[in-house]
């Protein structure tokens, strides 16, 4: 437990960062007007008896602003990648030829925009709520001290508010991201 102000921002940034990676890893996977290789992270594949993430059997690539292409190694597996990017639930319409697979991306329709609104402000959402937890696990580590008269209340008020300031720069944080998100989204 740690037992100084610093330790325990320090633990608790350290968590919140975590939930702020998250965020952005899952925005990346969201569908704006251009191509992006982390579109595909969430693929897996059935490689080997096995299901695999689509970047430990191919390499992802973008060749021009609305086409992904996936050059898959090994050529028996074309087939199950092919069928692996079709029912990812992305929309996407792959088109094998050899070894590289093209995936070209449709016009984003107004209905797509506002489904992807909606799952950034999920994602948000779910970021905030991490945030959240993590103060409440502070909150409680410094009423612990407390109780356990390691600190007195003067400094149990003073962390109490060190640990609110870090949260709200966070959740702060999050809303920014998500307006840049939404933004980008909607962008025609």
Avoid at 132 to 147: F, H, N, P, S, Y
Wanted: net charge neutral; charged share 30%.
């Amino acid at each position: 437990m740690p037992t100084d102000l610093e330790s325990l921002s320090a633990d608790l940034s350290r968590r919140m960062d975590g939930a702020m990676d998250t965020l952005k890893r899952e925005f990346s996977g969201l569908r704006t007007g251009r191509a992006n290789p982390a579109l595909l992270e969430p693929v897996k594949v059935e490689a080997y008896g096995t299901m695999m993430p689509l970047n430990q059997v191919a390499t992802i690539a973008v060749p021009e602003s609305r086409m992904l292409t996936v050059q898959v190694w090994d050529r028996s597996m074309v087939n199950a990648t092919v069928t692996a990017i079709r029912d990812c639930g992305l929309g996407l319409n792959p088109q094998p030829d050899g070894q590289m697979i093209r995936v070209p991306l449709p016009i984003l329709t107004e209905e797509r925009r506002s489904e992807l609104a909606k799952a950034a402000g999920k994602y948000a959402e779910g970021a905030r709520i991490a945030v959240r937890g993590v103060r409440r696990d502070g909150m409680e580590t410094i009423k612990a001290l407390e109780k356990k008269h390691e600190i007195g209340e003067d400094q149990m008020r003073d962390w109490s508010d060190a640990v609110q300031k870090l949260t709200d720069a966070m959740i702060r944080k999050i809303d920014e991201l998500l307006v840049e998100k939404d933004k980008d989204i909607r962008q025609v």
